[in-house]
Structures are given as structure tokens and as C-alpha cells.
């Protein structure tokens, strides 16, 4: 049995006490019945780090280096991340590879130093629009996922939690419908079956874009979604917990 998980993305959204309220108010609604995780701007990983010590309250980075240490100006290590005791790194959303131009390659040399440091990746894929329209959604997604596919082991994809993002829902409002999701996790499903059965029983597979309070809990129904994770909606502790309720 898969259990859910809800995951905040903040992007490059905080300030201290913006990042002390929202982490206290998650933390006071002691939420129970999902698994809970934030990725807060690194300049407040020791803060969610701190404010979140003994709590059942996951925390990650939004993103970390292909490298391991040295002369990369600016680029912040696995390593580091692991010594501030984060569990978790994002890798691979939209955002980074169409602005950051993150590409596959890049984005299994960042799963497997995630793996590596004994915490979880949580790989984002998803098509665009033009891609969708165009009858290429499972193909692209296919694609993004290939390389984890062929080269990751089974026992290593216990550590991995696949968010299925269609680029045209995510901060635009418009959400895809409990089908289409569905339709695409259960294909993402049938993929991880390739590698086996037990891997397509446990991995878990988030769908993000657009969820709020008002439409998770459809989405959440849905027999392979397990869980979401939240951009804008994840800025705002009522709106977040209101998920999580979900
Ligand atoms: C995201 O950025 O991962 C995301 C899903 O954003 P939003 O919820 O704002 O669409």
C-alpha cells in the first residue's frame, strides 16, 4: 500500500518569517493521515532543518549539483544537503529544464548522487502544451523517464518518488482532470513494471499542476496518484493543510 504524499514547493518564494510562520503552522497542524514534505529556497534549509528536527515532517532542496565538491561557483552539493540532514531533493522540474536547460542527462547524474546520500529524489516530468496538442504526451514522458528506467536498480527506486507535472498546469490555474492524470500515472505505472512488478507497486507517483484544497481530493482518488506536489498553493498554510486533509 503506497502512502500518499503531499509536497510543498515553495520555488524561489520566502523571506525568515514568511519561512518560520508557514513551517510552525504546517508543523501545529499535525497532520497524520499523509506523509509531508516541503522544499523551501536553500537559504532556509537550516531554518525547515531546525524548526522541523523530530517532527514527521520531511524536508528538501529544490535542486543540487551534478558534482560532488570543488571549483563550481554557486552550484550547492549533495553532500551539503545530506550534512544539514535534508531527505529529500527535487530534480528535474519544468521550471529547470526549460529555463535552466536541465537535461535528462543531468537529471540521472543528480538521482544517483541523491541515491548515493541514502535520500530520496523526487524526479518531475511532463509535457508541454504544443507536446500534448500534438498527441506526444506519453512519448515525451516516456522519454524523460528513460534513462532512471535502464539504469537504475530496484532496490534504488525505493528511493525515488516520480511527480508527473504537465507543463501547461503548472501556475497557470488550469489543472488536468482526474482522467488525464490518471490516464498518465498509470501509464508511468506500466513503465516502472518494466523494471518490475514490485517497483510499479511501490514507487510512488505525485501528480502537480494547479492543485488546491478545492480539487485534490478528486485527483487524490484516483487508483495511481498518490499524493500532489504544490507550487502556489503551497505558500499559504490553510490552503497547503487543506490538501493535506484531502
Ligand atoms: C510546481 O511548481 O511544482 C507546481 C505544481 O506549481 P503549481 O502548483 O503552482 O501549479
Redesign the pocket.
Known sequence: MRRLLVAG?W?MNASTDMAKALLSDILAADVQHCDVAVFPPFPYLSLAADTLADSAIQFGAQNCSTAEAGAYTGEVSVGMLQDIGCGMV?IG???RRSLFHETDAAVLAKTERVLAAGMTAVV?VGETLDQRQSGYAELIVKQQLSALLHQLTEPQWSQVVI?Y?PVW?????E?ATPEQAQQMHAFIRSLLAGVSQKVADETRVLY?????AANAAELFAQADIDG???????LTAEEFLGICRS
Do not use: M, Q, Y
Not at 169 to 173: K, L, N
Open positions: 514547493n520555488k527535487l522540474h519544468s521550471e518531475c511527480a507535472e498546469a503548472i501556475g497557470t490555474g489543472t502537480g499542476g494547479s492543485v488546491k500532489g506536489l504544490i507550487g502556489g498553493a503551497s
